[in-house]
């Protein structure tokens, strides 16, 4: 049962909506990943996130140090060496859903960046388009979580 909930969009659609209201509140999590997020299974599962070890005050400009899971990170924290908050967070909530998807082999950034890990085309279209939005290796074509929001995937 976990597996089939897991692999639901419905689980994804709550994170994004968790995501949303944690930077409206001005916190960013940093550490987005299925260890930090607990499943209330009843007729309708519910997620929620856990650990803000790594959180902190969300600020407008780039972060230089980074705190998280270093295979999470985004590409940009490879590359130049500094990140900004809602980018990092799309980035690792595409890592999330990679994660929830492939059971076999656990989402890797520097991997993806060197084209060593695929998008299944086992999944939907529908999924495959919201995972390819939101794994986009720059972070300026990264859609917003309020355009990850109205993605017809999430229903």
């Known amino acids: ?6 692999s639901s969009p419905i689980i ?3 994170m994004v909506d ?5 930077h409206t509140n001005g916190v960013f999590h940093r550490d987005i990943k299925l260890l930090n997020i607990l499943i209330e299974t009843r007729s309708v599962p519910r997620a929620r996130v856990i650990d803000f070890g790594c959180g902190c005050l969300e600020k407008k400009g780039y972060y230089k140090d980074y705190s998280g899971t270093f295979s999470k990170a985004p590409p940009e924290w490879y590359t130049v060496g500094e990140y900004q908050a809602r980018p990092t967070t799309v980035w690792q909530l595409g890592a999330l859903l990679y994660d929830m998807l492939d059971h076999n082999k656990s989402f890797n950034t520097e991997v993806y960046m060197e084209n060593r890990m695929e998008i299944s085309s086992d999944l939907s279209t529908g999924c495959q388009d919201f995972l390819q939005m939101c794994l986009v290796k720059d972070p300026k074509m990264r859609p917003t979580l309020e355009q990850l929001q109205l993605h017809p995937w999430l229903g």
Do not use: W
């Not at 049962?1 to 897991?6: E, I």
């Not at 968790?18 to 944690?22: Q, T, V």
């Open 18 to 22: 968790a995501a949303i209201h944690m």
């Open 1 to 6: 049962m976990v597996k089939v909930l897991l």
């Open 12 to 14: 994804l659609k709550q």
